[in-house]
């Protein structure tokens, strides 16, 4: 066992809780951050307390460091959560927290606007392992109960949806799996733990990819896992078996990103809007995919649910030719072409949901594109996409 990390159990608010959890100068004589410590050996004074290492706070590197604890605690607290643990990325979280629940024979509910490594995954490793998988309509809401069967383990959701965007009722998803006694697991890396909270909704283990916003800097892969009491344990069984344990330099950048973290996000929340609502007004666009604006469907949803919106939207172009396209992304000076997001710099990248949804289908004919708003100057931001729109009309 490494160090338990339960949240201090004191209510502050999440934009101070991120500044002080997992922090304690008076450790480190008196300087402000905890080091990053590096290391595999973690060695026994006398041999009684080597018999006794199960209750030593840290006993081999891969278990953790007093780094993991830190950022461990720190999000615990933030998360409302029993336990957090750390992966090496977050796409480990999903796959780890998934092997937490699931064993040959068993069933998976699969959100079908999925981040697309998290299907592969289920399609894959878990089919081969004898986990059959069944992808279920972003807005099935309450309707979630007739897809499950005896053997159904795990409902997954990820809200909104990766790329698309549509915003899922956890509650009521939550419900229904809690009536059959299916655990309830949630990617939240869209908002993050300071404008979405799963587990006070009653999702059993919400997951992070830090890589995005808790990193912030695109400097780092790492990832989280938040499991409340009724689970805790079988998550951390299953890290430690599957032998997962994020690098020294990387978790420290996860701590050093999480104390900006809500002044960042405010700005990208901004930033991404202003954006977004200006989209709205030009002719080449058809449709934007933004859950905080009042023209989305999700919206409601959001409302009700959400503290706030992150800086990652979508929107569907009036059908053109891929030349045009090409025209209008290739001259951007802005934004980069790229995966990932969360970052200080803005992205952007087209996506065609058509070719892998299984349960839903994608009709939109147009180009798609998912724009990542980062801390330029939004004034500047909307300067390059509007040159990028003249560009594209040139080219058609
Ligand atoms: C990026 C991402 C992941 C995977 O995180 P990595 O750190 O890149 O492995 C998982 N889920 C969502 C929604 C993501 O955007």
């Known amino acids: 066992m490494t160090k338990p990390n339960k949240g201090t159990g004191k209510t502050r608010h999440p934009a101070t809780a991120i500044l002080h959890s997992g922090r304690n100068p008076a450790d480190q004589h008196g300087f402000v951050n905890a ?3 590096r290391g595999s ?4 004074p006398t ?3 080597l018999d006794a290492y199960e209750r030593q706070p840290f006993r081999y590197g891969r278990y953790g460091t007093p780094t993991t604890v830190a950022l461990e605690t720190a999000l615990t607290e933030l998360e409302g959560g029993e336990r957090t643990l750390l992966t090496p990325s977050g796409y480990q979280a999903v796959t780890t927290a998934i092997l937490a629940f699931v064993g040959a024979g068993d069933h998976l509910l699969m959100v079908d606007s999925v981040y697309q490594p998290t299907r592969k995954f289920c399609d894959t490793l878990l089919a081969r392992l004898g986990v059959t998988t069944t992808y279920y309509d972003p807005l099935i809401g309450g309707g979630i109960a ?4 005896p053997n159904t383990r795990v409902v997954f959701l990820e809200s909104p949806g990766s790329l698309t965007f549509e915003m899922q009722d ?3 998803i939550v419900k229904a799996a809690r009536a059959r006694d299916v655990t309830v697991l949630m990617d939240n890396t869209w908002a993050g733990p300071l404008y979405f909270r799963p587990l006070s909704h009653g999702v059993d283990v919400s997951i992070t990819a830090c890589t995005k916003y808790v990193v912030g800097h695109a400097d780092a892969m790492l990832g989280a896992i938040t499991a409340n009491a009724r689970t805790a344990g079988a998550v951390e069984a299953a890290r430690t078996v599957l032998g997962s344990c994020p690098g020294s330099e990387e978790t420290y950048l996860g701590l050093r990103g999480l104390r900006t973290l809500a002044v960042r996000l405010d700005r990208h929340q901004r930033s991404a809007l202003e954006v977004a609502r200006w989209l709205g007004t030009r002719p080449e666009v058809e449709r934007i995919l933004h859950p905080a604006l009042p023209s989305d469907p999700g919206h409601a949803l959001w409302k009700a649910l959400y503290t706030g ?3 990652l939207f979508s929107v569907i172009l009036k059908p053109a030719p891929r030349k ?13 072409m790229g ?3 969360g970052g200080y710099e803005s992205l952007i990248v087209p996506f065609n949901p058509k070719r892998y949804r299984t349960a839903t289908a994608w009709t939109a004919e147009g180009p798609a594109l998912r724009l990542h708003i980062g801390l330029d100057d939004v004034g500047d931001l909307i300067a390059d996409l509007e040159a990028g729109f003249a560009r594209l009309n040139a080219a058609r």
Request: no cysteine; glycine share 8%.
């Open 35 to 37: 080091p990053a410590y």
């Open 339 to 341: 995966y990932s997001w």
């Open 170 to 172: 956890v509650p009521a």
């Open 324 to 336: 045009a396209l090409a025209a209008m992304l290739d001259g951007l000076e802005l934004f980069g």
């Open 41 to 44: 050996t973690v060695l026994f």
């Open 309 to 311: 919106a992150s800086g």
């Open 47 to 49: 041999l009684d307390e």
């Open 146 to 149: 007739e897809l499950i069967q």
